[in-house]
């Protein structure tokens, strides 16, 4: 019956894919193929186990998923409501440094308003790097912190004619659903059923998928998102996996939703590091995610568990606990015979910059490009390898320098964190030209890195954590240090923000 089935679809000329896994990856990857494909003979098939279910965290993300959703065309009123979802214009950092007065900072999205404030604050990190005395925290220059700090939804009024980026949280079991039923609608096949092996060709790629209620699934291509497990690449094709361990230490979180306490809440991520790690705090409309990611090999999970409720405030209160395990690390080759991997099997950096879906939507994206290029030929293979390696590379650079420059010495985690010499040689490059006074928006550029995290992600992070000369060897700056009044700037920014509504305003705006 199946090969009579195969052989019909090859005979019209029909390509088939088959995406295994239906978290938020194996959905995000049905949805964007199958718009992009729309006018393409190829059918598209997400198979996925109700027994083994999903990872069930992972509530937010970058300005990419606005782009996402906008190729989809799919208005923010469709899905938001339904996800719970909430704005995020930038992630607080809390406690990661314990430099004087840099105890805390924000990490902006941009908006088109930071002409202004972001050349001002560029210029005062390298006079303050000089020993000027001028002022050199990143919060009051950018837009988006503002709008978080005033709690206000980054959606300028009609008559306010700029943009200001930003990211979202949702409700991780939502956003799967919701994409379940935009793509089903739009004729992708929806299977259940639990894999129990793989055959392969002779040539090593991968032929059929069998379940263990007797199914058994073909395809010409096939997507992994399985999760951790990495059934197909990891599993079956045997692509290594190569761990981040050695400079990037999580590998466990636990994770604990609480009610909300306020009614208007910041449109904010926030990270607060305590004694081994950080908890985050994500506002959903319904209820506030919180989790703490730690190392296990530092922390045991009863003990993660207390300090997290500690760092709530909850005691013993009953409320639904989640203790997960993380590998941390990414596959050789996300794209190997005839499987490409996306999501957690693909690799996963842990969620200090909410990263992960980014990724998922750039390797589905660049996915795409080559298949326009080669079909699913391997012509393009090598290169798409490259480019999602170095992609990955350069997210995990950042997470690292995160923890490299912390000052931190309460813990041998932190210590150990602030003081491993693992570095990557483009970040010796982002930490020699900082350190060395020299201008970081020109190493930026020349090591074409921008495209990870950009010029002002890098400033707020170093300025933010205050990785200056110390207090006793500044001096009274000159004129041409003074160059930019800092008050004049916070009081633009201050200003711009007024064009934007309340955050609570613009969310029961969407479900009206
Ligand atoms: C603590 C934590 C916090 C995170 N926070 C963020 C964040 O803030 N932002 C962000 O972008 N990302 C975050 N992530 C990552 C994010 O959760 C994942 O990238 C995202 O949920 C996608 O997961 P997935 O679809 O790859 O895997 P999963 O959700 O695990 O889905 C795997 C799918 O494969 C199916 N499957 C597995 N085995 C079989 C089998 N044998 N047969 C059939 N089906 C099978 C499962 O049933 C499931 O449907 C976080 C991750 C962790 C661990």
């Known amino acids: 019956m199946q090969a009579k089935a195969d052989a019909s679809k090859k005979a019209e000329g029909k390509r088939t894919l088959l995406v295994l896994g239906g978290g938020t990856a194996g959905w995000m990857a049905a949805s964007l193929m199958c718009h992009r494909w729309r006018e393409q003979p190829i059918e598209i098939t997400l198979l996925e186990s109700p027994e083994i279910g999903i990872v069930g965290v992972g509530e937010g993300s970058t300005p990419q998923l606005k782009g996402f959703f906008d190729t989809l065309g799919i208005t923010e009123s469709e899905w938001m409501p339904r996800c719970n979802a909430t704005y995020k214009t930038a992630i607080e950092s809390r406690a990661w440094s314990t430099r004087p007065g840099f105890e805390q900072y924000y990490h902006p999205f941009k908006t088109d308003l930071d002409d202004r404030g972001a050349p001002a604050y560029y210029f005062n990190t390298v006079m303050r790097r000089g020993n000027a005395d001028v002022h050199s925290h990143p919060d009051l220059f950018f837009i988006n912190s503002e709008l978080a700090r005033q709690r ?3 959606l300028p009024a009609h008559q306010f004619p700029f943009r200001a980026f930003y990211g979202y949280h949702f409700d991780a079991y939502l956003i799967g659903a919701f994409l379940r039923d935009w793509a089903k609608a739009r004729g992708v096949r929806h299977i259940e059923g639990t894999v129990a092996s793989v055959a392969q060709h002779e040539n090593g790629d991968i032929a059929r998928l069998h379940t263990r209620d007797g199914q058994s699934l073909s395809a010409d291509f096939f997507i992994d998102a399985s999760g951790f497990r990495s059934l197909l690449l990891q599993q079956a094709l045997a692509v290594p996996f190569l761990p981040f361990a050695s400079n990037l230490f999580n590998d466990a979180a636990v994770a604990m939703p609480t009610p909300h306490a306020e009614a208007n809440f910041a449109p904010q991520t926030t990270a607060t590091a305590l004694s081994n790690g950080w908890a985050w705090k994500i506002p959903l409309t319904n209820r506030v ?6 190392s296990s090999r530092y922390l045991d999970k009863d ?3 207390r300090e997290l409720r500690n760092h709530l405030g909850v005691g013993d209160a009953e409320l639904p606990v989640r203790h997960l395990s993380m590998r941390v690390g990414r596959v050789a080759q996300p794209w190997s015979h005839n499987c490409l991997a996306v999501g957690l099997s693909q690799g996963f950096i842990e969620p200090l910059e909410a990263t992960a879906l980014h990724l998922v939507q750039e390797t589905v994206e660049r996915f795409i490009e080559a298949y326009s290029q080669g079909g699913f030929e391997r012509s393009h293979q090598a290169a798409f390898n490259r480019e999602i390696n170095a992609r990955f590379e350069g997210v995990r650079d950042y997470i690292v320098c995160r923890y490299r420059v912390n ?5 041998a985690y932190w210590r150990d964190a602030g003081s491993h010499d693992q570095l990557s040689d483009s970040l010796r490059g982002v930490l020699q030209a900082w350190f060395t006074g020299e201008d970081l928006v020109d190493e930026i550029e020349r090591q074409g890195i921008a495209q990870y995290f950009g010029v002002m992600s890098w400033h707020c992070l170093l300025g933010g954590y ?3 000369p110390e207090a006793r060897l ?3 700056p ?13 009081d633009f920014v201050q200003r711009c923000c007024l064009n934007f509504p309340l955050h609570s305003e613009a969310l029961s705006q969407q479900r009206s």
Request: aromatic content about 12%; hydrophobic content about 30%; overall charge positive.
């Open 152 to 154: 206000r939804a980054p």
């Open 289 to 294: 995610g919180n989790g703490y990611v730690y």
């Open 303 to 305: 003990a993660a568990e």
């Open 407 to 411: 000052s931190r010495t309460d813990t």
């Open 466 to 468: 205050g990785v200056y």
């Open 474 to 476: 500044l001096r009274v």
């Open 478 to 490: 000159d004129e041409r240090e003074l160059r930019f009044d800092p008050r004049k700037i916070a």
